[in-house]
């Protein structure tokens, strides 16, 4: 097992918990939970105007959803301003970084008439000609003023977990801002100060991270602070290329949750974004994610959000799923369509009873989600069926005589003997053969009769499931309806 990790997940309230995101925090989890370690859940709310109590607890529900537990937290950034400003003071004390007396508009258009690439190169040529006593004056006098980080010559080197050795060249980075004249810390400020004071050991985090980072570590030198290790994750792209956004369909966990998308199956799919275990498995249990994670089988490139993929991989879930355990996720989705248990047809059975597990267990290896299973489930659990148009007019309308003959000589079969599979499979495979015809012309508009669709699970376990009297009433309104002339769906 490797050391113990200290890792963060550090979502800003300004918004829902997003893939993007929770595939971050999954993996800092899986890395916590697979080295023993800790996870550490900070809330970064120092946007005051932007994050709410809402999006703080969307954020806290959708971890919760997930099963991604923390050991620590949430602690909110909020409250370490005051260790902020003091870092910030201290590295003023220090010479190592500068109060900057300028109008940030009046910097940039003095830069640009002089050809100054860098305004911050400006504001410390102004610094320098002030003086530490001058700047002194002014800071006690009450002019507001800024405070910037006086960046050092020289590379910004690190070894990222993903990408390997990196580089950036200190000259192209400012001296930025870390304490705004407001006495507001910046970001990168605030984060250095919260990941050294929660002793995080790895930073795991997106792409869109990659600039901070050197500006972080040079924070973390000035400060005298151990430099955690960083490693970058791809970014999550939609199928056109894109980053993902809304118009891919849904992109925050609550949205996959109310359609009926299970926990494990996003966890697992999430997890193989951007990550595969060096061989052909894919679906993974969470344990199994844990023993097999690492951070070298992560992709340099983007990862593609494929949704029929996401589908798939629920439909493996629910599958798997046992229909007791089920069954409440499946009860309350029906709920949310109107059809919770008091609306259910008498002989459709009850809650919690075997015929309602023989259903689950009939219906769910045919569904992606909840919310499908749950729909397929309507014509088993009401009085009334629903007609698919093309399936009645492909196999009633079309010949409606030969339709009503078959459904006829259908419910005199199926009037006596026993009702399970293999005797009813015997009895309408002879009645299709006394008709003359093919097993598929007794089936098809039977199917229709009992579903009111042209496809569905075997047609005697359908049988079974709905049992002979409602099969039979269903029969003799489907003989009804096929022998009025004026009977049609279009």
Same mark, same amino acid.
């Given at each position: 097992?490797?050391?113990?990790?200290?890792?963060?997940?550090?979502?800003?309230?300004?918004?829902?918990?997003?893939?993007?995101?929770?595939?971050?925090?999954?993996?800092?989890?899986?890395?916590?939970?697979?080295?023993?370690?800790?996870?550490?859940?900070?809330?970064?709310?120092?946007?005051?105007?932007?994050?709410?109590?809402?999006?703080?607890?969307?954020?806290?529900?959708?971890?919760?959803?997930?099963?991604?537990?923390?050991?620590?937290?949430?602690?909110?950034?909020?409250?370490?301003?005051?260790?902020?400003?003091?870092?910030?003071?201290?590295?003023?004390?220090?010479?190592?970084?500068?109060?900057?007396?300028?109008?940030?508009?009046?910097?940039?258009?003095?830069?640009?008439?002089?050809?100054?690439?860098?305004?911050?190169?400006?504001?410390?040529?102004?610094?320098?000609?002030?003086?530490?006593?001058?700047?002194?004056?002014?800071?006690?006098?009450?002019?507001?003023?800024?405070?910037?980080?006086?960046?050092?010559?020289?590379?910004?080197?690190?070894?990222?977990?993903?990408?390997?050795?990196?580089?950036?060249?200190?000259?192209?980075?400012?001296?930025?801002?870390?304490?705004?004249?407001?006495?507001?810390?910046?970001?990168?400020?605030?984060?250095?100060?919260?990941?050294?004071?929660?002793?995080?050991?790895?930073?795991?985090?997106?792409?869109?991270?990659?600039?901070?980072?050197?500006?972080?570590?040079?924070?973390?030198?000035?400060?005298?602070?151990?430099?955690?290790?960083?490693?970058?994750?791809?970014?999550?792209?939609?199928?056109?290329?894109?980053?993902?956004?809304?118009?891919?369909?849904?992109?925050?966990?609550? #949205?996959?949750? $109310?359609?009926?998308?299970?926990? =494990? %199956?996003?966890?697992?799919? *999430? +997890?193989?974004?951007? @990550?595969?275990? !060096?061989?052909?498995?894919?679906?993974?249990?969470?344990?199994?994610?844990?023993?097999?994670?690492?951070?070298?089988?992560?992709?340099?490139?983007?990862?593609?959000?494929?949704?029929?993929?996401?589908?798939?991989?629920?439909?493996?879930?629910?599958?798997?799923?046992?229909?007791?355990?089920?069954?409440?996720?499946?009860?309350?989705?029906?709920?949310?369509?109107?059809?919770?248990?008091?609306?259910?047809?008498?002989?459709?059975?009850?809650?919690?009873?075997?015929?309602?597990?023989?259903?689950?267990?009939?219906?769910?290896?045919?569904?992606?989600?909840?919310?499908?299973?749950?729909?397929?489930?309507?014509?088993?659990?009401?009085?009334?069926?629903?007609?698919?148009?093309?399936?009645?007019?492909?196999?009633?309308?079309? #010949?409606?005589? $030969?339709?009503?003959?078959?459904? =006829? %000589?259908?419910?005199?079969? *199926? +009037?006596?003997?026993? @009702?399970?599979? !293999?005797?009813?499979?015997?009895?309408?495979?002879?009645?299709?053969?006394?008709?003359?015809?093919?097993?598929?012309?007794?089936?098809?508009?039977?199917?229709?009769?009992?579903?009111?669709?042209?496809?569905?699970?075997?047609?005697?376990?359908?049988?079974?499931?709905?049992?002979?009297?409602?099969?039979?009433?269903?029969?003799?309104?489907?003989?009804?309806?096929?022998?009025?002339?004026?009977?049609?769906?279009?």
């Amino acid at each position: 097992m490797p050391d113990p990790m200290r890792l963060r997940f550090p979502p800003s309230p300004t918004g829902y918990l997003h893939v993007g995101g929770a595939r971050t925090a999954l993996f800092n989890w899986l890395l916590a939970r697979q080295s023993g370690g800790a996870l550490v859940l900070r809330i970064e709310d120092t946007d005051r105007d932007r994050s709410s109590e809402a999006h703080t607890q969307a954020i806290l529900d959708g971890m919760e959803w997930l099963g991604l537990d923390w050991d620590e937290g949430p602690t909110f950034q909020s409250d370490g301003v005051e260790r902020h400003r003091e870092a910030a003071l201290r590295l003023l004390a220090e010479g190592r970084a500068y109060r900057d007396f300028t109008d940030p508009a009046a910097l940039r258009e003095e830069a640009a008439e002089r050809g100054i690439g860098h305004p911050s190169v400006l504001a410390r040529e102004k610094a320098e000609a002030l003086g530490v006593e001058g700047a002194e004056r002014r800071a006690a006098a009450g002019e507001p003023h800024a405070i910037r980080l006086r960046v050092p010559e020289g590379d910004t080197r690190w070894h990222d977990l993903v990408h390997g050795p990196m580089s950036f060249p200190n000259a192209d980075i400012d001296d930025f801002v870390i304490l705004r004249s407001d006495g507001s810390p910046v970001y990168n400020l605030a984060v250095v100060c919260d990941d050294a004071h929660q002793h995080i050991t790895h930073v795991v985090r997106g792409d869109d991270h990659l600039s901070n980072t050197p500006k972080q570590i040079l924070l973390y030198e000035a400060l005298g602070l151990p430099v955690p290790v960083f490693g970058h994750v791809p970014m999550i792209l939609g199928p056109d290329g894109k980053r993902l956004s809304k118009r891919h369909g849904a992109t925050a966990v609550g #949205d996959y949750a $109310g359609e009926g998308i299970l926990p =494990d %199956a996003m966890v697992n799919f *999430l +997890a193989l974004l951007g @990550w595969n275990p !060096g061989d052909e498995r894919e679906v993974m249990g969470r344990d199994e994610l844990i023993e097999s994670f690492s951070m070298d089988r992560v992709q340099k490139k983007s990862a593609v959000f494929d949704t029929e993929k996401l589908g798939w991989f629920n439909g493996q879930y629910l599958a798997a799923l046992p229909s007791a355990e089920l069954e409440p996720l499946f009860v309350e989705r029906l709920e949310a369509r109107g059809i919770g248990p008091a609306h259910w047809a008498e002989g459709a059975g009850s809650a919690g009873s075997a015929e309602i597990h023989r259903l689950l267990d009939l219906l769910k290896v045919r569904a992606r989600t909840v919310e499908d299973l749950a729909r397929q489930a309507e014509p088993y659990l009401l009085d009334d069926v629903a007609f698919d148009e093309g399936a009645v007019a492909k196999h009633w309308l079309r #010949d409606r005589e $030969g339709a009503a003959e078959r459904l =006829d %000589a259908v419910a005199g079969a *199926l +009037a006596d003997g026993p @009702w399970e599979e !293999g005797a009813l499979e015997t009895r309408l495979r002879a009645c299709a053969e006394a008709l003359g015809v093919g097993a598929g012309k007794v089936i098809h508009p039977l199917r229709v009769a009992l579903t009111g669709q042209a496809h569905s699970p075997g047609i005697f376990e359908v049988l079974v499931v709905l049992g002979r009297h409602r099969a039979l009433r269903r029969i003799e309104r489907a003989l009804s309806l096929v022998r009025d002339p004026d009977f049609s769906l279009s």
